[in-house]
């Protein structure tokens, strides 16, 4: 499996970004994709998931940015989105998609998550 997010650049305070996880194949119908994100000195960490199509689609997001970025999924393209809104200068950092089979179980923790993809840098600045 491939994934490969896209979508970073560069934003000002509290506009939005969408972040892309293009995977390879119907992989969705397996495959449960989160989004991570890890800034210079700092751990990685879970942002949000959704579960595979066979597993319903549900979806996790993390109390630190729930409200401001949601998880999608647009099963013909096999890309995963996280849409950003309300950026703040600490959201800042290198955004990380990674696959698990199924389900969002133990969502955050990015030992659970086999395959990953290339970062995408999202950095937010006046």
């Known amino acids: 499996v491939q994934l490969q997010a896209s979508g970073g650049g560069l934003v000002q305070p509290g506009g939005s970004l969408r972040l892309s996880c293009a995977t390879s194949g119907s992989t969705l119908n397996i495959l449960a994709i989160g989004w991570f994100r890890q800034a210079p000195g700092k751990r990685r960490v879970g942002l949000a998931c959704i579960s595979s199509s066979a597993s319903g689609g549900t979806t996790e997001v993390s109390e630190f940015v729930k409200g401001r970025f949601t998880i999608s999924r647009d099963n013909a393209k096999s890309t995963v989105y996280l849409q950003m809104d309300s950026l703040k200068p600490e959201d800042s950092a290198m955004y990380h998609c990674?696959?698990?089979?199924?389900?969002?179980?133990?969502?955050?923790?990015?030992?659970?998550?086999?395959?990953w993809g290339q970062g995408t840098l999202v950095t937010v600045s006046s």
């Open positions: 990674a696959a698990k089979w199924h389900t969002c179980h133990s969502y955050n923790d990015d030992s659970a998550y086999p395959m």
